[in-house]
């Protein structure tokens, strides 16, 4: 949502960052993990077409990608976040700040992942997973105009559905290695699509939204 294929979009950016505040000034707290989005694939994809490139190596471009939309919302959040974005989910962070801002970690793992892993740690139950799909579905919608939207998923049948391998880039509505630990934690993950920042709203409000859950 932050950078899709057709730049960086300030609406959903000015959106978020409004509902944010407005979310602070009422008592919430929020850890929020960036993706590299359509920036971190251009990148992969552009190395891959020049050379040969390694996995990790694919890895470490995409990590970065992450790592300058993190700099970009903390900034946007400044008043409000812990100054340093959080690169290490297995490190417990000190934030005094009601809003600590995330990023990519190491090769072989995605920002899915580092916010399972956060989640886990500081004890939240659920990881609301936004992105440019508006739930689940039983195939990509965007590859087949008979995919079936799925409201509620239990972690086995999910992850029988994506596998257990993950890949630089890997697009998949919430990585393989992530939902292991989930599952293992007890996690539920909401996915929700991001075009709509008053349904995401919705979810921390109590209200009934648009999206699935997997549990």
């Known amino acids: 949502m932050i950078v899709p ?70 900034t946007l959040l400044r008043d409000v976040a812990h100054p340093v974005v959080i690169k290490n989910p297995t490190r417990r962070p000190k934030w005094r700040k009601p809003v600590l801002v995330g990023a990519g970690w190491r090769p072989g793992r995605s920002t899915d992942h580092s916010a399972t892993m956060l989640a886990k740690m500081l004890g939240a139950n659920t990881v609301v997973n936004i992105s440019n799909i508006d739930r689940l579905y039983d195939r990509d919608p965007n590859k087949h105009d008979d995919a079936r939207p799925v409201l509620e998923m239990r972690w086995s049948e999910y992850r029988k559905m994506v596998g257990n391998v993950w890949s630089p880039g890997l697009n998949a509505p919430f ?35 648009k999206g699935s859950v997997i549990r």
């Open 175 to 209: 990585d393989p290695i992530a939902s292991r630990v989930a599952q293992s934690a007890g996690l539920e993950v909401i996915l929700v699509g991001g075009k709509s920042v008053a349904n995401i709203e919705k979810i921390f409000q109590g209200e009934k939204y």
């Open 5 to 74: 294929n057709g730049g960086i979009n300030v609406r959903f950016l000015k959106q978020f960052t409004v509902m944010i505040h407005r979310r602070v000034k009422l008592g919430d707290r929020f850890i929020i993990v960036c993706g590299g989005g359509a920036t971190a694939r251009h990148y992969i994809e552009a190395g891959s077409k020049v050379t040969k490139i390694t996995d990790e190596d694919l890895d470490w471009i995409g990590i970065h990608a992450t790592r300058l939309n993190a700099h970009l919302l903390r």
